[in-house]
């Protein structure tokens, strides 16, 4: 049944674009509501709800959804494993802080919680030093200079605002405590310039929330430098508004940890973009700040020190960027623009060293090919097709293990070369691929579903180098595509090499020139009367070599080939020279006629087929046109004004495999549409499910209330008929009552019928014994 998907289902591990800003207002909340009763608090006593359960509320929440978000990502996400722990780290420094607080006692510095404390910052730097290795292995160290000039230039500024601290630490009695204090800030400083580091050495946008990390962390800066000059004076104490800024920045960076486990990448989301040369440009105006400052008025000798390394090491960027700029080109050349994955390049140049480091132990490596995607791309767009490669890309790396190497090797094509894995190991990865591929995509406008089909070849025994293993996953999947068996593997004889060489351009050409191409009809009967209300032709393909190909056979090498409005115009005028046949013989039929996703946006359709029925003497409504629901949610506007068109002139239209593709029902209401037609696998399982029962009733409910005729496709036996004539459904098409056949059979059939010495709504229960031994059985 078609219906409205709830957005992020991703089919790979994370958390959806609901969850992720329940859980981020979640945390707001909680740091506004402990932010709210310290402002309102009547005294500067020890509360027990504000400094004890909110003040512990406000590092423990975020800890426990980052955990859990660890769990939702499998574990596969270090850098959320890492931020996690340095929350858990700050929430258990925070618990003594707290405990000691509430018994009345003074928490000195330091203390066992700046163990907690300092092991987040040391978890941080982890994260950080990961998503660097992850994101940016080509340029981990320009980082690292940008990372430790930045913190240098932000350090000799806070030099100054800390003078009467670093005088503490070196001549004064607590001084181990107060390096501790001032240590604080300038580790919060180092995150900073690394996250900003990060960004900077790209020029690119690096991911979501990453401003919101900043913010947090510039927020525990300013915290951490208001502690050390109240701990200096020895005049902190717990439960000051001070205490709101850490919390606040506490959830910024529980938010990140939270945008980071999304599943999904919609369209739209701000995310960090810092040009290349900020931080050396930033880090060089405030160590010149801090020295011109120093001429005039008395400044720390710390902080003229750090200001002049700054200067001196923010010469090394502008060295490296010609490297950093040959690196970026280089990885770019390697790496696929719309995905982020290794590009056809970095296959054939990594995949050979990958098999020569092996020697002869196993791999795999399985290409793989989305299902109608072209029909997709060309109906919904090309900026819909992209989104929906995105988020393929995202789901199939989050199948694979980080050693296993996937790229894209250019259009709905995708390679993975899987290392120690067997022909039983391959195949378990393919299901587990096609299982994520298979869940819903939320393209903005419209859901759609999406499969695929996987061709493997392992080495070493079916190839020995790249070139042969993937000739032969190709075979493979093309044999996969044919047979609807979702994946398979080479196994030297049985694969079929590609687009069957008897479907050349050429040949296609010829079957259209040469008439090649026939139909067969399948009659449609209205389960009120048992009458035959009109028939549905069907394409067949007399090949000369092959003999007589199905649809399934030849009509996607059609479209690959741009022949399909031949086609049509073919099929369109058979059908009408044989309604035109039937009329003249006193038993006019509507014929109903698929139509493909290029026809129906069309606009000189209802002109063509205006043509072609009056040439022949037809009335338009003769002629019902059937239509795919990928087809009307494409281009709406146009495909409005096409089907309006054909109405006006009498032409019915009907939706085809109701219920078996896309999931927007807006289109029921805005196109001008005449007939369901809901899928055979409903209908198939109807009789031994309940819940396909409800969705057969409810979809008839569903036409009728809109004015709509119900037809359901793929009656096989005598049940199902007699069922969905108890439920109301209007037309019901099948092998139980007839196969398609040609329409001189088509005749006899119809002849037979009217012999019977009545007809009614349940005559069709004799069906012929021929289409009875026809139908295909489970």
């Not at 996400?77 to 258990?92: D, G, M, N, S």
């Not at 960004?199 to 510039?218: C, D, F, P």
């Amino acid at each position: 049944m078609v219906t409205e998907e709830p957005a992020g289902r991703r089919g790979f591990p994370g958390i959806d674009r609901r969850h992720s800003r329940l859980w981020s207002y979640g945390l707001l909340t909680v740091a506004g509501a402990y932010s709210a009763g310290l402002a309102f608090r009547q005294d500067e006593d020890f509360s027990p709800l504000v400094d004890g359960f909110l003040d512990l509320l406000t590092v423990w929440l975020p800890a426990a959804v980052g955990w859990l978000i660890v769990h939702r990502t499998k574990r596969r996400r270090p850098e959320i494993f890492l931020a996690a722990a340095a929350l858990t780290c700050q929430a258990a420094g925070e618990t003594y802080y707290v405990y000691k607080s509430a018994a009345g006692e003074d928490v000195p510095l330091p203390s066992p919680a700046d163990v907690g404390y300092t092991g987040f910052y040391v978890f941080m730097l982890a994260t950080l030093a990961v998503v660097i290795r992850r994101r940016l292995p080509d340029m981990t160290w320009p980082v690292v200079l940008d990372s430790a000039v930045g913190a240098l230039g932000a350090s000799a500024i806070l030099g100054i605002l800390l003078e009467p601290i670093l005088n503490s630490v070196l001549d004064g009695p607590r001084s181990l405590a107060m390096a501790l204090g001032a240590a604080y800030p300038l580790l919060d400083l180092l995150l900073v310039a690394a996250v900003i580091g990060i960004a900077a050495s790209t020029g690119r946008s690096i991911g979501r929330g990453w401003g919101l990390l900043v913010m947090g962390l510039l927020t525990f800066t300013g915290a951490d430098v208001g502690y050390a000059l109240l701990e200096l004076n020895r005049v902190y104490v717990v439960g000051t508004t001070l205490d709101a800024f850490w919390a606040l920045g506490i959830a910024l960076i529980g938010i990140w940890v939270v945008m980071q486990g999304r599943n999904d990448d919609a369209p739209g989301n701000k995310k960090l973009r810092v040009p290349s040369q900020a931080v050396p440009a930033l880090a060089t105006v405030a160590s010149l700040v801090v020295l011109i400052l120093g001429t005039q008025v008395r400044v720390a000798l710390l902080a003229v020190f750090l200001a002049s390394l700054t200067l001196s090491l923010a010469a090394l960027p502008l060295v490296f960027r010609q490297r950093i700029r040959l690196a970026d080109l280089q990885r770019q050349a390697r790496t696929d623009e719309l995905t982020g994955l290794p590009n056809r390049r970095a296959l054939y140049a990594d995949v050979p060293s990958r098999l020569a480091s092996n020697g002869r132990r196993r791999s795999a490596v399985l290409l793989l090919d989305l299902d109608k995607f072209k029909e997709i791309n060309d109906s919904l767009g090309h900026d819909v097709g992209d989104t929906l490669l995105t988020q393929v890309a995202a789901r199939l790396s989050g199948q694979l293990r980080p050693a296993d190497l996937l790229a894209r090797m250019g259009g709905d094509e995708f390679v993975m070369h899987v290392d120690n894995c067997g022909t039983e190991e391959a195949q378990a990865v393919a299901l587990k691929l096609r299982a994520a591929l298979a869940e819903p995509y939320d393209l903005g406008s419209v859901t759609v579903h999406v499969n695929a089909s996987i061709g493997i070849s392992c080495y070493p025994d079916q190839g020995q180098d790249l070139a042969m293993l993937l000739r032969r996953a190709d075979m493979a999947m093309y044999t996969a595509k044919s047979t609807h068996s979702g994946h398979f593997v080479y196994d030297g004889g049985e694969a079929i090499s590609g687009p069957n060489p008897s479907h050349t351009v050429q040949v296609l050409n010829e079957a259209l020139s040469q008439d090649q191409l026939l139909l067969h009809f399948q009659p449609k009967i209205d389960l009120d009367t048992g009458h035959v209300r009109g028939v549905e032709a069907l394409v067949r393909w007399q090949h000369p070599d092959l003999g007589l190909l199905q649809p399934d056979d030849f009509l996607k090498r059609f479209e690959e080939a741009g022949l399909m409005p031949g086609l049509t115009g073919i099929v369109l005028g058979k059908a009408l020279d044989q309604a035109a046949a039937w009329s003249a013989e006193g038993r006019p039929l509507t014929v109903a006629v698929n139509l493909s996703a290029p026809s129906i946006i069309d606009s000189g359709l209802p002109d063509q087929i205006d043509a072609m029925t009056s040439e022949r003497g037809l009335s338009p409504s003769v002629l019902v046109l059937e239509i795919t629901e990928d087809v009307l949610v494409a281009d709406r506007d146009r495909a409005y004004r096409v089907l309006s068109a054909l109405r006006d002139m009498g032409v019915r239209i009907a939706v085809d495999d109701f219920g078996k593709g896309y999931s927007s029902l807006s289109y029921l209401r805005e196109l001008p549409i005449d007939e369901l037609k809901l899928d055979k696998s409903f209908i198939l399982s109807m009789t031994d499910d309940s819940r396909a029962t409800a969705l057969v009733v409810s979809t008839i409910d569903l036409a009728h209330s809109l004015g709509l005729d119900m037809t359901a496709e793929g009656v096989e036996d005598a049940d199902a008929y007699r069922a969905l004539s108890d439920y109301g459904c209007d037309v019901a098409q099948g092998f139980f009552m007839s196969k398609p056949v040609p329409a001189a059979e088509l005749d006899a059939w119809l002849a037979d019928r009217r012999q019977q010495p009545q007809a009614g709504p349940f005559s069709i229960l004799c069906p012929d014994p021929a289409a009875e031994s026809a139908r295909p059985r489970p």
